[in-house]
């Protein structure tokens, strides 16, 4: 069976919650007083334990002692600690419990905002993050979007060009920091606002000049994620020209068009009419099939997916002939398109079945063929695929108006007849027939 591409996975929202701050008291937070030596003498002293109850990973650096506070849990005792390995953090040490939260996480909390040299700028503690992610990234600008129990997410603004979500599982790490891209967040609960909408724009503008497309883009939207190839695809509109979807390596590169006929496997176009679009490509598919030697005025289509080498599978019905097919146009020029029967479908698996045309119009195909080896007597009544073997052939069962029972043709690669099986010959081979009259052959 041919392996269809193109199961796709969504961004998901993360559910995250702001960290629940305590600030210390006024007395120990005057954030604009000195750092005293006493401070950091204790800091340097209490830091190792706190963070070690804090259950963090860093190796300490430089610490102060900000203060206490009092709460409804109690008394905590407040510190800052820089950390060799990236991000500092406030640590709230109370009796039960010591509570960390990184320095991008207080920023915007005036009595706890970070004073050490080494956390200054804390936008500079994600580069571990950024490496981790294999990304390519000098941080410009960067916050924090909350935390959820396993997952901590900030937003990074990059020199380069666009930024992007990262997720750092939460301390201590044991996986990798996940990146998604800013033109990913568009519309979801964890958008980006550090990278501009123009911004993300600009490289679905790189990726429509290198498909040599034209397009003056009008909107865009994410439409998911390939979980076998790890494509990302992207639907643009084109303004009152029918837009398009891109399909964008990992590597952010141009991966291959896809048409919004084609795009009916991913959800379909929805920036774009859709009736304009179908009636525009039924006559491209129409000028693809003819030219490709089947005769084919196309009326409806109906988009498969793409097989596991980027050809587009369609199911064709024509206006001109009974006997729809399933063609597969390949991704590459100066490829063979193939036609497919409404029986050998089956090789698509479920999504191949015909559903615009009725496979009865291919019967008589098979009757002749079963004539034309001396099994005459046989009108085709029924069919069904059986599958394939490894160089090729394809196997249908057949069954006979007459109720007798019918045959396991062989077709070979050029849909000429290689072989003919008794259901019986075929049960020895591991192909037990299952039309109803054959039962019993």
């Known amino acids: 069976m041919r392996r269809l591409a193109t199961a796709l996975f969504a961004l998901a929202a993360l559910a995250l919650g702001s960290a629940p701050l305590v600030a210390p008291m006024a007395a120990h937070a005057a954030a604009k007083d000195p750092i005293t030596k006493d401070q950091r003498d204790k800091g340097m002293k209490d830091a190792p334990a706190a963070i070690q109850k804090a259950g963090i990973t860093c190796t300490l650096s430089d610490a102060y002692y900000l203060g206490a506070s009092s709460g409804k849990d109690g008394k905590s005792d407040i510190y800052e600690v820089a950390c060799q390995q990236g991000l500092g953090y406030v640590l709230l040490k109370g009796a039960a419990s010591t509570r960390a939260f990184d320095c991008l996480a207080t920023a915007n909390q005036p009595n706890l905002t970070c004073r050490l040299p080494s956390n200054a700028d804390p936008k500079q503690g994600l580069k571990p993050y950024i490496a981790s992610a294999a990304l390519t990234c000098t941080p410009t600008n960067a916050r924090y979007l909350g935390a959820n129990a396993t997952t901590t997410v900030y937003e990074v603004a990059c020199q380069e060009g666009p930024g992007y979500l990262l997720q750092a599982p939460v ?47 009008s909107a865009d ?23 398009f979807v891109i399909a964008a390596t990992k590597t952010g590169g141009l991966d291959k068009i896809i048409t919004c006929g084609q795009a009916q496997g991913l959800g379909g176009c929805k920036l774009s009419d859709s009736t ?11 000028q693809k099939a003819k030219s490709a030697g089947f005769d084919c005025d196309v009326a409806k289509y109906r988009s498969i997916g793409l097989d596991s080498a980027g050809g587009d599978v369609t199911e064709l019905a024509c206006s001109n002939r009974p006997d729809g097919v399933v063609a597969v146009f390949p ?16 090789e698509f698996g479920p999504s191949g079945a015909c559903t615009l045309s009725s496979p009865t119009p291919v019967y008589a195909k098979y009757s002749a063929a079963l004539a034309a080896k001396n099994r005459g007597a046989c009108k085709v009544s029924g069919a069904r695929y059986i599958g394939q073997s490894p160089h090729g052939d394809t196997y249908i069962e057949t069954s006979c108006t007459d109720g007798k029972p ?10 000429q007849v290689r072989d003919i099986l008794t259901c019986g010959q075929a049960k020895s081979a591991g192909m037990a027939c299952q039309l109803p009259t054959n039962a019993r052959g």
């Open 331 to 346: 991704k590459t020029a100066g490829g063979k398109a193939q036609f497919v029967d409404c029986v050998k479908s089956g």
């Open 406 to 415: 019918g045959w396991v043709m062989e077709f070979s690669v050029t849909d």
């Open 276 to 286: 304009q679009i179908m009636a525009q490509e039924s006559a491209s598919y129409t």
């Open 171 to 217: 301390a201590p790490a044991t996986t990798a920091v996940v990146a998604v891209p800013c033109l990913q967040t568009d519309g979801s609960a964890n958008a980006c606002t550090l990278t501009s909408q123009a911004q993300s724009q600009a490289v679905l503008n790189t990726l429509v000049t290198q498909a040599a497309k034209t397009c003056s883009i």
């Open 221 to 243: 939207r994410f439409i998911g994620n390939d979980s076998h190839t790890g494509d990302a695809y992207y639907e643009v509109g084109c303004g009152a020209q029918p837009g």
